[in-house]
């Protein structure tokens, strides 16, 4: 951790609370990069990463110096998108289909809209794509993104998560096989191949 | 051929399964089974497929992707909401840099652990000196070699060249009952003689000790010059006031039985005294009241009792029995919620002390104090009125152990109110009353007056 940023934190915990956006201005674009991965949308990805510097701010009294603070809030941050998406999966008017579909998302730090680059190359396979991750669980959902897209090692997912590291190996397992399965052109016949014979 | 390694899978691990395949391409399996893996996917078609497969869902969720760029507008937007929930900190308050100040509780409990352990040890030696005293004159028996000695008259004539203005008590030189113990006889006591002490009187070692008899033995019993004359001696000195006091006073045998009798033993001296207490606040209510009429606001706090440790450090000087003076520190740390409450007092007192038996001296004070608290970076000053009771036992010529009651009776700070955290200067209307009992180790400058 740089000396900016224990100068930050020091400063805030004597007062500046304008301190602490040197952090937040610092590590807010990678933690709402995983929070929109997680959440799969702007207003919750924004409102997981909120939460998150909320609790990151909170907590600086009891936070160790010798810790980086972008690995610290980044891990609060997968806990947070996790508790959302779990709520949001219970919240049935969530998913329901907006009357004005992008009014809500026009002034959100993160656009839902793709680039032009995704729109022209993967305007279907994102909508595949996208289905097919509604096939998973809050918590595949969040272990598979964690450990694949951010490369995150399963002991601090299994950690952020609150399970065990075997679980959290298990929630990136079924969710791989969950997208296979949606993204497959034809499914295949088995999961399980025999060991060709001796 | 087969793909696999015996060495490497057991019977029932012959299998490779689709977790197996995904591990590998998340590199979460081990090396060796990843060496397995590679062989099976050389050889296995359905397996080869399967592996492209699930490489390829994973490639259509891509990685490696930059952070989201943020614009500053956004930026902003986001602080703009996120900080109106933000609590401002309070800084950590700023402790004194006194003595007592720094100390902790980290340390400071294995600081009254090793003073607990250095009084006891000092105790142990002490008891254990006790019995290995050298022999007084009460347990030397007589010989039966010797001549007996007559039956003494009963006369309580003191020595003739001792003034009868000095009292036996002021040379420590009481009747020692055990000279009953000795054979009446008409013979001079030259059994002393016989039976010399292990460590002779430096300037009476080849005399006699019967002149010096007559003050260690009891009224009435114990044999005069004048009704036993002792046989003459070349080197036969009569002993003088100032003699029988150099005796008694040098000689161990004396010292031994007299360093806890001397009816001087609390006066004067110079103590230092280092001790612990424990902190109670007797149970009431404080009201705290800030502003006026219908401006005011008032608070009502609980004190309950407190059991808290606190470091205690006093120089006491004692001129007479009637007058001294003590000046105390003393330091206690409590706990409120998660914040720290530290109560810093200096005091002075007047001291009298009191009455005495044998090591066991008692003492009584009376004075002010200056209290200062300091709580969530505030500090406050009070005034204090201060008694207190204690004694003193005596361990050897430098060190006791010392028991006391100190009260301080002083203003009740505004420490706990909700109150005071916006920043409003609140008065409390109440008093506090603080008792503290104190065990301490006391080091006695010099020697006491009866060494």
Same mark, same amino acid.
């Given at each position: ?198 | ?66 952070? +989201? ?103 420590? +030189? ?152 003590? +000046? ?12 720290? +409450? ?110």
């Amino acid at each position: 951790m740089g000396n900016v940023e224990q100068e930050a934190i020091r400063r805030t915990l004597a007062g500046d609370r304008d301190a602490f956006r040197v952090l937040m201005d610092r590590h807010l674009p990678t933690v709402l990069r995983m929070t929109y991965r997680v959440t799969g949308n702007a207003v919750d990805a924004e409102e997981a990463a909120q939460e998150a510097f909320l609790l990151a701010y909170k907590k600086l009294p009891g936070f160790r110096e010798q810790a980086a603070f972008g690995t610290w809030v980044y891990r609060i941050a997968m806990n947070c998108s996790l508790n959302l998406v779990e709520r949001r999966s219970r919240d049935i008017s969530w998913n329901a289909v907006p009357l004005e579909p992008g009014t809500p998302t026009d002034n959100m730090a993160v656009s839902p809209r793709p680039t032009p680059e995704a729109e022209l190359l993967h305007n279907e396979a994102l909508r595949r794509r996208e289905r097919a991750m509604l096939t998973l669980t809050p918590m595949e959902r969040t272990a598979f993104i964690l450990r694949h897209m951010e490369e995150q090692p399963l002991q601090i997912i299994a950690d952020a998560l609150g399970v065990p590291i075997n679980s959290a190996k298990q929630a990136v397992f079924r969710a791989v096989a969950k997208l296979r399965r949606e993204l497959a052109p034809a499914p295949l016949p088995t999961t399980t191949l025999a060991k060709e014979s001796r | 051929m087969t793909p696999f390694d015996d060495n490497l899978y057991q019977p029932n691990e012959d299998v490779i399964e689709q977790d197996d395949l995904i591990a590998f391409h998340l590199n979460e399996l081990p090396h060796q089974q990843v060496r397995a893996v590679h062989r099976a996917l050389q050889s296995n078609p359905a397996l080869q497929a399967e592996s492209m497969a699930i490489a390829a869902t994973l490639h259509a969720f891509p990685k490696h992707e930059p952070a +989201l760029p943020l614009d500053a507008a956004a930026l902003n937007r986001m602080w703009r909401t996120l900080q109106p929930s933000l609590p401002i900190y309070t800084a950590p308050p700023v402790v004194p840099s006194s003595l007592f100040a720094r100390m902790s509780p980290r340390w400071a409990f294995p600081a009254i652990a090793g003073s607990a352990l250095v009084a006891t040890a000092l105790l142990v030696a002490v008891h254990h000196s006790r019995h290995t005293q050298p022999p007084t004159l009460a347990t030397i028996s007589t010989p039966s070699s010797t001549t007996p000695t007559p039956a003494p008259a009963p006369s309580t004539a003191s020595h003739p060249e001792l003034p009868s203005s000095v009292s036996p008590n002021e040379f420590n +030189l009481r009747p020692q009952p055990t000279n009953h113990a000795w054979p009446p006889s008409s013979a001079p006591l030259e059994t002393a003689t016989a039976t010399p002490p292990p460590q002779p009187f430096p300037a009476q070692s080849p005399t006699p000790l019967t002149p010096t008899t007559p003050s260690i033995a009891p009224s009435g019993t114990a044999p005069t010059k004048s009704a036993t004359p002792p046989p003459p001696s070349p080197t036969q000195t009569q002993p003088t006031a100032e003699t029988l006091a150099q005796a008694s006073t040098q000689s161990p045998i004396h010292r031994g039985r007299s360093r806890w009798r001397s009816p001087f033993h609390n006066s004067p001296a110079n103590e230092l005294t280092l001790g612990i207490f424990g902190d109670l606040a007797i149970a009431s209510r404080a009201t705290l009241t800030d502003g006026t009429g219908t401006s005011a606001i008032t608070q009502s706090v609980s004190q309950s009792p407190g059991a808290t440790v606190g470091a205690l450090a006093s120089f006491r000087q004692q001129f007479s029995p009637f007058r001294g003076y003590s +000046l105390t520190g003393a330091y206690v740390s409590l706990s409120s919620g998660s914040k720290g +409450l530290q109560i810093y007092e200096v005091a002075g007192t007047y001291v009298v002390q009191g009455p005495r038996l044998r090591r066991l001296t008692t003492s009584a004070e009376a004075g002010a104090a200056l209290v200062a608290t300091t709580y969530d970076n505030s500090h406050t000053f009070h005034p204090a009125a201060v008694i207190g009771i204690g004694s003193e036992l005596a361990l050897s010529r430098h060190w006791g152990l010392r028991a006391e009651y100190r009260a301080q009776f002083y203003k009740s700070p505004a420490l706990f109110s909700t109150i005071a955290p916006l920043g409003i200067s609140v008065s409390s209307s109440n008093n506090t009353f603080d008792s503290n009992a104190i065990v301490g180790v006391t080091y006695l400058f010099g020697r006491r007056s009866n060494d």
